[in-house]
Nanobody, 125 residues
């Protein structure tokens, strides 16, 4: 079992930046691929970015390419999402997730095995 805890969310003006963190605990000796999802009010949860355990392979949804950067620090069991040039449409609850298939860069919710509780990101115009 792996426990995931997100932090770093908050309120920011459009054009600003935030860095989300996802700290993993529990069976962290096992390799996991990781991902960030988000869910806005009235919308379905969607993939934002994903990364393989090695950090070599990444995926970004089109709307965040060039603005967001996903990274992992396996020594710290922590994943990050650097979000720059934030837009009001980025407002959502952001969730981190872990996939037991460490080589896969998953993009669907069902590919991930463990989930955090979420952190709110609000971007004002």
């Amino acid at each position: 079992q792996v426990q995931l805890v997100e932090s770093g969310g908050g309120l920011v003006q459009a054009g600003g930046s935030l860095r989300l963190s996802c700290a993993a605990s529990g069976r962290t000796f096992r390799r996991y691929a990781m991902g960030w999802f988000r869910q806005a009010p009235g919308k379905e949860r969607e993939i934002v970015a994903a990364i393989s355990w090695s950090g070599i392979n990444t995926y970004y949804t089109d709307s965040v390419k060039g603005r967001f950067t996903i990274s992992v620090d396996n020594a710290k069991n922590t994943m990050y999402l650097q979000m720059n040039s934030l837009k009001p449409e980025d407002t959502a609850v952001y969730y981190c997730a872990a996939d037991r298939d460490d080589l896969r860069v998953g993009v669907r919710s069902e590919e991930f095995d463990y989930w955090g509780q979420g952190t709110q990101v609000t971007v004002s115009s």
